[in-house]
C-alpha cells in the first residue's frame, strides 16, 4: 500500500503542472472581477487573478482599499498560460511557491524598486536574503548572483528550450523545472550538492543531460517522464537515488551507476522499456521493490558480489530478460522479483537464499532453476506458483523442502530429491498436476523416515511414482 501511495503522490505532482485549481476561502475575501483579494487589519493579499479578464500583461497594485498589498497567494495565477509579463510592486515581501505555477507564455519579470525582500535581473525573481531563484521564465538567464534555484521556479514553463546554470549555483529545488517540455539539453555545473524532488519530471523533451560529481542525491520522482533522455551517467559522488527517480523514461537505454551509490529507491527506473543492460554496483545492498519493473527490453542484468536482498517485483514484467546472475551475498529474494520475465530460461541459486517470496519466478516459461551446492533447505513457497518452471537441481546438501516449496509447478514432470532431505512440509508439491516421477537418491526405508506432512502431495498433485535406490513407491 505505501508504495502505492508513493507512485500516486508523485503523479498528483505532475498533474499539478497542467491543472491549478485554488479555493479561496471567503473570509475577508473582496472579488474585484479582475482581482481577488483577502485583507487582515493591515495588509491584503492577491489570492487570485482571473486571467478571463486580463491582458497579456499584468502590473499588481502596491495597495487595495488603502492597504499594502503584501503577499501573492498559492496559485493566485495558476495556469494562466496567456500572461506574458508580470511587474510585482516593492510592498511585496511573500511569494507562494506555486503563486505563478502553469504560466506557460511568461517571457517578462520585473519587481519594482523599493522592494527590500525581492528584485528582479534578467527576467529572474530573486529572493535579496538567500539567492534564491523564485520565479523564472522562457527568457530568463539566470545571473552570477543567485545560489539556488527555487522549488517551481520554472515549473510549467514549457516554451523554455535553453538554460545556462551558473556555478553559483549549490541545489536545484523540487519541482523546479517540471514540466518544461521544450527543454532539450542542460548542464548541471559541478557546484550543485542535490537535485530535489520533482526537480525535472515531465521534460519529455530534454534528450542529455550532465550529472556533475558534486551531486551526492538525486531526489524522488527527479526525471520521471523524461522520455527523451536516451543516456545518462550518475557519477560515483551520488549516494542515493530517489524512488521513481527516473521512472517512465522510455527513451533510455543505457545507464551507468557506478560505485558510490548505496540506495536506489522503489520504481527508480520502472518503465524503461528502451533500458537494455543494467550493472548494480556491490555499493549497493538491497534492490528495492519494482526497481525495474516493466523495463520490457531489459536482456541483461549484472548483480554485484555485496547485494543482499532483491525486492518484490524489482525485475517484474522484464520479459526481454535473458540472463541474470544471482550472487552468494544475496540472502532474500522477494515476492514476484521476476514475475513475467518469459525470457529466462534458467537461474541458479545460490545457497546463501534463506527466503523467497510466493510466486518470485511465476510467468517464466520453461525455466530450469539449480539451487547451487551448499543450500541447506528449499524455502517455503520458494517456487509457489511458477507454473513455467520444467526443472528442478537439488543439491545433496539441502536437509529440508519447505511448506508449499513447489505449490502449482503443473509444468515440472519429475525432481530428484537427494538422500540428505530430512522433512518435506505442507503441501510441497501441491497442485503439481504433471508430476509423474520422483527419484529419491536413497532406499526405500530412508524415504520412508523423512519427516512429511500428511498434506506434502495432495491437491492435485501427479500420479507420481518414487524411484528409490531398492525399488519404487506409489503414490499414497
Avoid at 528582479?120 to 538567464?141: D, F, P, W, Y
Avoid at 522484464?318 to 514476484?336: D, H, W
Avoid at 536413497?442 to 524415504?447: F, L, P, Y
Wanted: negative net charge.
Amino acid at each position: 500500500m505505501k508504495k502505492v501511495l508513493l507512485y500516486m503522490v508523485a503523479i498528483m505532482a505532475i498533474l499539478c503542472l497542467v491543472s491549478c485549481n485554488h479555493d479561496v476561502s471567503n473570509e475577508n475575501v473582496s472579488d474585484e472581477g479582475l482581482w481577488i483579494f483577502k485583507e487582515d487589519e493591515a495588509s491584503c493579499s492577491v489570492e487570485k487573478y482571473n486571467e478571463r479578464n486580463s491582458s497579456s500583461s499584468v502590473v499588481i497594485p502596491s495597495t487595495y482599499n488603502g492597504k499594502p498589498v503584501t503577499s501573492i497567494g498559492d496559485y493566485a495565477f495558476g495556469d494562466c498560460s496567456g500572461l506574458t509579463s508580470i511587474t510585482i510592486p516593492g510592498s511585496v515581501t511573500s511569494i507562494e511557491t506555486c503563486a505563478f505555477s502553469g504560466c506557460s507564455g511568461l517571457e517578462s519579470i520585473e519587481v519594482e524598486t523599493g522592494s527590500s525582500v525581492y528584485y528582479s535581473e534578467v527576467n529572474c525573481l530573486i529572493e535579496r536574503a538567500t539567492g534564491n531563484l523564485v520565479l523564472g521564465c522562457k527568457n530568463s538567464v539566470i545571473p552570477e548572483s543567485v545560489t539556488s534555484i527555487g522549488a517551481g521556479a520554472f515549473r510549467g514553463c514549457s516554451g523554455l528550450t535553453s538554460v545556462t546554470i551558473p556555478s553559483s549555483v549549490t541545489s536545484i529545488g523540487s519541482s523546479a523545472f517540471s514540466g518544461c517540455s521544450g527543454l532539450t539539453s542542460l548542464t548541471i555545473p559541478d557546484s550543485v550538492a542535490s537535485i530535489g524532488s520533482y526537480a525535472f519530471a515531465g521534460c519529455s523533451g530534454l534528450e542529455s543531460i550532465t550529472i556533475p560529481e558534486s551531486v551526492t542525491s538525486i531526489g524522488d520522482t527527479a526525471f520521471w517522464g523524461c522520455s527523451g533522455l536516451t543516456s545518462l551517467t550518475i557519477p560515483e559522488s551520488v549516494t542515493s537515488i530517489g524512488y521513481s527517480a527516473f521512472s517512465g523514461c522510455s527513451g533510455l537505454t543505457s545507464i551507468a551507476i557506478l560505485e558510490g551509490v548505496t540506495s536506489i529507491g522503489e520504481y527508480a527506473f520502472s518503465g524503461c522499456s528502451g533500458l537494455t543492460s543494467v550493472t548494480i554496483p556491490s555499493s549497493v545492498t538491497h534492490i528495492e521493490s519494482e526497481v525495474f519493473k516493466n523495463c520490457s527490453n531489459l536482456t541483461s542484468v549484472t548483480i554485484s558480489e555485496g547485494v543482499e536482498t532483491i525486492g518484490e517485483s524489482a525485475f517484474y514484467n522484464c520479459s526481454g530478460l535473458t540472463s541474470v546472475t544471482i550472487p552468494s551475498s544475496v540472502t532474500r529474494i522477494g515476492r514476484e522479483a521476476f514475475r513475467g520475465c518469459s525470457g529466462l530460461t534458467s537461474i541458479t541459486i545460490p545457497g546463501s537464499v534463506t527466503s523467497i517470496g510466493e510466486e518470485a519466478f511465476s510467468g517464466c516459461s520453461g525455466l530450469s532453476i539449480v539451487f547451487a551446492d551448499g543450500t541447506t533447505e528449499i524455502p517455503d513457497r520458494a517456487l509457489a506458483g511458477t507454473s513455467g518452471v520444467v526443472s528442478v537441481t537439488i543439491p545433496s546438501s539441502v536437509t529440508r523442502i519447505g511448506r508449499e516449496a513447489f505449490r502449482g509447478c503443473s509444468g515440472l514432470t519429475s525432481i530428484t530429491i537427494p538422500g540428505s532431505v530430512t522433512s518435506i512440509g505442507f503441501s510441497a508439491f501441491s497442485g503439481c498436476s504433471g508430476l509423474t516421477s520422483i527419484v529419491y537418491s536413497g532406499t526405500k526405508a530412508q524415504w520412508n523416515s523423512i519427516t512429511k506432512d500428511s498434506w506434502w502431495n495432495l491437491y492435485n498433485t501427479g500420479d507420481c511414482t518414487i524411484h528409490c535406490t531398492d525399488g519404487d513407491i506409489a503414490k499414497n
